[in-house]
Nanobody, 120 residues
């Protein structure tokens, strides 16, 4: 099992910044994809950003140019720097990691989420 602990959420005014962190611990073999998803009230969970162990990144169109994902492999930690925040970024942000335990076999894990609220 892999445990994920997110931090950094909170209340911020529009135009402000927040930095989310997610630390993975437990039975870690190799963390391939690490990333963030979000779920706003009444909406489905959606991808925000992911980054693979090889460095490839993927961003939702709505956050490109404003959010930056990074990771510290030595600390099994993924970050999400969020700038120029908008009220529509308000959501619970979930950390997600893929723990590769064998050739072609990975398991997904989710954090409990951290709330980001952007006021107008």
């Amino acid at each position: 099992q892999v445990q994920l602990v997110e931090s950094g959420g909170g209340l911020v005014q529009a135009g402000g910044s927040l930095r989310l962190s997610c630390v993975a611990s437990g039975s870690i073999f190799r963390l391939n994809r690490m990333g963030w998803y979000r779920q706003a009230p009444g909406k489905q969970r959606e991808l925000v950003a992911t980054k693979t162990s090889g460095g490839s990144t993927n961003y939702a169109d709505s956050v490109k140019g404003r959010f930056t994902i990074s990771r510290d492999n030595a600390k099994s930690t993924v970050y999400l720097q969020m700038n120029s925040l908008k009220p529509e970024d308000t959501a619970v942000y979930y950390c997600n990691v893929e723990n590769v335990v064998g050739v072609g076999y990975g398991m997904d894990y989710w954090g409990k989420g951290t709330l980001v609220t952007v006021s107008s």
